[in-house]
């Protein structure tokens, strides 16, 4: 029940990480607001040392490391498909693949799930693509190239979840640290080679800032939780972070919320009330 909370609590986290760096994006190019955003979230990572502890051996800098590089795989992946792309399609796309990639990982691990996990995991999948999906999913097909980037992007959000999964669960906050390290190492070289591209723009610092505080926040409360739970039940709850996204844009930015979202926050109501079960 613990790690219930804590998936939805980062789930959460992360939706509200997505739109305050979404309003930040608007403002200025996406690598400028990530230039603030990281070392924001380092910040916080190592704030929390002294309290959580970090054990650096060579499980937590391999495993740290891997889901640094595929964090900053799937920021590239992700922005470059909903750059050319209907994103009422491709967002749902990668949502989905991101929750069921690790879903599998830990369902061949040999996590098992009682008969409501069984009903609650599928439900809370549909829940994913309900909420993610905006008005007019049919409206616009998307490219080839474009779903392939989405299934990337997904398959990327994915891989880094379960690389943290994967490091000691003794090792505190470690490798979020290292993660956290190397994927700003390779957002400020991606920058430095795309510095005459990114405009004289200045970023919404207070903004960006938050989004990277709230993006840490949500990589400790997802690591807390699978080390407390199973990877198949945290790794689909987590991925209802659109819900997140979708209550903050209509509250802020008064965007409706359409029926099939309507349908889907109800959905991962019962979803979650199910796993709660398990």
């Not at 989905?96 to 599928?122: C, D, K, T, W, Y």
């Not at 990327?156 to 505190?172: C, K, N, R, Y």
């Not at 945290?234 to 209550?247: C, D, K, M």
């Amino acid at each position: 029940m613990i790690a219930l909370l804590l998936a939805l609590g980062s789930s959460l986290a992360y939706g509200c990480a997505d739109f305050l760096g979404g309003l930040g994006a608007r403002k200025a190019h996406v690598l400028r607001t990530v230039l603030v955003a990281a070392p924001a979230s380092l910040v916080v990572e190592f704030l929390l040392w002294p309290f959580l502890g970090a054990s650096f051996g060579t499980g937590v800098l391999v495993w740290g490391a891997a889901s640094g590089v595929a964090s900053a795989a799937a920021f590239v992946l992700l922005y470059r498909t909903l750059a050319i792309g209907p994103m009422n399609v491709l967002s749902p796309v990668t949502a989905l693949v991101s929750a069921m990639l690790p879903a599998g990982v830990g369902l061949l691990q040999g996590e098992h799930l009682g008969a409501a996990g069984l009903l609650g995991l599928p439900l809370a999948l549909v829940a994913v693509v309900l909420v993610s999906a905006g008005h007019g999913a049919g409206s616009a097909r998307p490219s080839r190239t474009a779903l392939l980037l989405a299934l990337g992007a997904g398959a990327a959000i994915a891989l880094q979840l379960v690389f943290l999964h994967q490091a000691p669960s003794d090792s505190g906050v470690a490798p979020l640290i290292v993660g956290r390290a190397v994927s700003s190492a390779v957002t400020l070289a991606a920058a430095v080679a795309m510095f005459r591209r990114l405009g004289p723009e200045r970023p919404a610092y207070a903004m960006s800032a938050a989004a990277g505080v709230l993006d840490s926040v949500a990589n400790l409360l997802f690591l807390l939780a699978a080390r407390g739970g199973d990877l198949a039940v945290v790794a689909v709850i987590t991925a209802l972070y659109p819900a997140g996204t979708v209550l903050l844009a209509r509250g802020v930015l008064t965007e409706r919320i359409h029926r099939g979202q309507l349908v889907g926050l109800g959905t991962a109501a019962v979803a979650v009330g199910l796993l709660a079960l398990t």
